[in-house]
């Protein structure tokens, strides 16, 4: 059973907590092209789940055919590029 004591400090660190997670959105802090550039991103990634296509929806998964295939430069290609480089839509 906690005493008193430890159960208030507890309180208070969650309260700390919450507050700084609070304060801390990161994404609020980038600058406005780059958080333009993640929302088109985002929208493009819930598309191809929405459409259900049949083609690889994420970066780690045309990464893994790219890996089966040896495809060099693939750790540093992005998710399009990826798809370029397969073939992939």
Known sequence: MATT???K???SNIKKAQKAATSKQTISHLPKKTRTAL???AAGVAQRKRTG???PKTR??????AK???LAGR??????ELARKL???
């Open 5 to 7: 004591k430890q159960t």
């Open 9 to 11: 400090a507890a309180k």
């Open 75 to 80: 750790s540093k290609m992005g998710r399009d």
């Open 87 to 89: 073939g992939v839509r």
């Open 39 to 41: 929302g088109k991103q």
């Open 60 to 65: 780690a998964e045309l990464y893994e055919m």
């Open 53 to 55: 296509a049949a083609s």
């Open 68 to 70: 089966e295939r040896e």
